[in-house]
Nanobody, 114 residues
Framework: QGQLEESGGGLVQPGGSLTLSCYVS????NLWPMRWYRQAPGKDRE????????????TYADSVKGRFTVSRDNGKRTVYLQMTNLQAEDTAVYFC???????WGQGTQVTVSS
């Protein structure tokens, strides 16, 4: 097993951009599909995006299509979530997940506010 560590969250104005990173401490990262989720205050955790081990299959929640881009660098054992045109409703704690190993990171806070 490995550990997942998100970073890159912060405060951004509406319309702004942020890129989140999730470093995974495993030598098998290149075999792991990865997902991003988010949880807004008072709401359930929801799926944001997924990427297969070799980046061949990528999916997005309808709410982020066209604004968010998921990618990965297997050499750096890192998965990214590039977020553009951020809106207030994107405010949440963002988590990366390994569905194969059922592992979660600790989350990183994204706040969109003027």
């Amino acid at each position: 097993q490995g550990q997942l560590e998100e970073s890159g969250g912060g405060l951004v104005q509406p319309g702004g951009s942020l890129t989140l990173s999730c470093y995974v401490s495993t030598h098998e990262f290149n075999l792991w599909p990865m997902r991003w989720y988010r949880q807004a205050p008072g709401k359930d955790r929801e799926f944001v995006a997924s990427i297969s081990s070799a980046s061949g299959t990528i999916t997005y929640a309808d709410s982020v299509k066209g604004r968010f881009t998921v990618s990965r660098d297997n050499g750096k054992r890192t998965v990214y979530l590039q977020m553009t045109n951020l809106q207030a409703e994107d405010t949440a704690v963002y988590f990366c997940q390994s569905p194969l190993e059922q592992l979660w990171g600790q989350g990183t806070q994204v706040t969109v506010s003027s």
